[in-house]
């Protein structure tokens, strides 16, 4: 049989134990008490532990850049850039994870470019090789080359021989027509006149076509 009796104030006796053994007597609140102050001072140390401030990310004075095998920054571009970075509170490793991305994003759009300007130059010269006006199939015809070289010698030399290879435009069909024809007419112009002295012939310099062109004092 259990039984609760009050006994002196603020104690409670007891009597729910094993036959044979004695009734334990405990002041009243005393364990809730024990596990309120331990749970309370767990609930301070956490609380405690989640209000301390994060660490401030550390920027640089300056960064440290490391540029590319075969790459030179621009100083004023590269100290622009810098200062974006700092006003932005990155890192000296944040600074390079960007740094990196960027340079080999840039990287491959240029190799793109690169690959793509290739082709098209490709197909230019395709296309100049399967016009019978021009090629043979193989490679320009004679009179193609020696138009075009005329032209090339009389207006602009190897200034514009290394433009038109520098760019690809040589091998443009619409380039080469237009030299070919060019030429072709200069060549024509420059026939002997028989109805002349050999001494009046008239010459192939720029000068001399300039004057048959658009007349004396052009």
């Known amino acids: 049989m259990t039984t609760t ?53 550390v920027v640089p004075e300056k960064y440290e850049f490391k540029a590319p095998d075969g790459f030179t920054a621009d100083p004023e571009t590269l100290g622009s850039y810098e200062g974006l970075a700092k006003e932005a509170g ?7 994870k960007v740094t990196d991305f960027g340079l080999k994003y ?44 005329r032209v090339l010698d009389n207006f602009g030399g190897d200034d514009l021989r290394k433009a038109l290879v520098d760019t690809g435009a040589g091998n443009h069909p619409a380039v080469i027509r237009a030299l070919n024809l060019i030429g072709k007419a200069m060549g024509a112009a420059d026939a002997p006149d028989f109805g002349k002295p050999a001494a009046q012939s008239r010459g192939n310099s720029f000068e001399d076509v300039a004057n048959r062109l658009y007349g004396k004092g052009s």
């Open 90 to 96: 990155l890192t000296q490793k944040q600074f390079e």
């Open 106 to 149: 840039f990287q491959d759009q240029l190799g793109k470019q690169a690959e793509a300007q290739s082709a098209r130059v490709v197909g230019w010269q395709n296309e100049s090789l399967a016009d019978r006006d021009l090629s043979d199939g193989k490679k320009l015809l004679p009179d193609v080359m020696q138009n075009t070289s």
């Open 5 to 57: 009796e009050a006994t002196d104030a603020g104690t409670t006796l007891a009597t729910d134990a094993p036959a044979g053994g004695e009734a334990v007597t405990q002041p009243a609140g005393q364990g809730a008490g024990e596990g309120g102050q331990a749970a309370n001072a767990e609930g301070t140390t956490s609380t405690e532990q989640s209000e301390a401030p994060p660490e401030k990310p």
